[in-house]
């Protein structure tokens, strides 16, 4: 009884403390605590940026410190680098990716979410499993996959072995499991199938989640080095990752070693302006199904 009470006496003392704070001193250390988060997130993109706008010759010459701009060095990157060819080629894979992914996610999601079946919970344990596996464990028998069916250096290729992923079935599932089954039961009693239920009812409910998913998988496809890199022989098939590597070994002038940093800004800007656009869409949705289990 006496630690009991020792320990409410504690905490109330300390709920005091805190309330005793005036709002508007926690207010200015929370935004102290972002403001340095933010530096140490923006403080490597400011130094990239400015390197890229200054000419090679000027780099080194106060580094921290706007002087002398130029975009020829972006012209540089672009025409050297081959970045408009680069850049299609990984929105084409980025968008047959994210198309896929999704469609795979949902229908698997609404089975485990929905549908009863034997072993269910084994299959969706071993399902899960797959996120242990490191991709560096599956590249050479998927290399000698798409090698046998003659996928090299093609769409397909660079696309197939990713149209589908645990964690968006993960996610998706969870969410689904939020839906109150009263909801199934009027669809139900409505005549409303499988795929009527999930077209009309799941998909509207929980959209901000799969336009979550969606950014997702577009970022994971977009920034894929190492796959492309092992199947791609033919400069036109490479991916914008794999390009700008081609940029960075074809500029041995020390005083153009700038053009690839301008390269890796032009290859940033696509990633920057879309997470800009769907930031809090983003964040909503990977929160919507961490409630429930």
Request: charged share 15%; proline share 5%; hydrophobic share 50%.
């Amino acid at each position: 009884m006496a630690t009991s009470t020792a320990r409410r006496t504690s905490r109330a003392h300390t709920s005091i403390g805190i309330d005793h704070v005036p709002r508007g001193w926690r207010m200015v250390g929370r935004y102290v605590v972002l403001g340095v988060v933010a530096f140490l997130v923006l403080f490597p993109v400011y130094t990239t940026v400015i390197a890229a706008l200054k000419p090679g010759s000027k780099v080194l010459d106060h580094p921290l410190l706007p002087g002398s701009f130029t975009l020829q060095v972006f012209r540089d990157a672009w025409t050297e680098g081959r970045l408009g060819r680069y850049l299609w080629n990984s929105t084409v894979v980025a968008v047959v990716v994210t198309t896929c992914q999704l469609v795979t996610s949902l229908i698997s999601a609404y089975a485990f979410a929905f549908l009863r079946f034997p072993l269910k919970t084994f299959f969706f344990g071993l399902f899960l499993a797959t996120l242990l596996v490191p991709i560096e464990t599956t590249l050479v028998i998927n290399r000698r996959t798409v090698d046998s069916l003659g996928w090299l250096n093609s769409y397909q290729g660079l696309a197939v072995p990713f149209l589908a992923t645990a964690f968006g079935t993960f996610l998706m599932r969870q969410v689904f499991l939020q839906i109150p089954k009263e909801l199934r039961e009027a669809g139900q009693m409505d005549g409303l199938g499988h795929w009527g239920f999930l077209t009309e009812v799941a998909i509207p409910l929980v959209r901000p989640t799969l336009g979550a998913l969606a950014l997702f998988s577009f970022l994971s496809s977009w920034n894929q080095y190492l796959w492309p890199n092992l199947i791609t022989t033919e400069e036109n098939m490479n991916t914008v990752q794999t390009g700008l590597r081609l940029l960075n070994a074809s500029v041995p002038d020390i005083e153009r070693f700038n053009v690839p940093i301008a390269g890796t800004v032009i290859a940033a800007l696509p990633i920057a302006i879309v997470l800009m656009v769907f930031q809090r869409q983003l964040v909503r949705g990977l929160t919507a199904g961490a409630v429930k289990g």
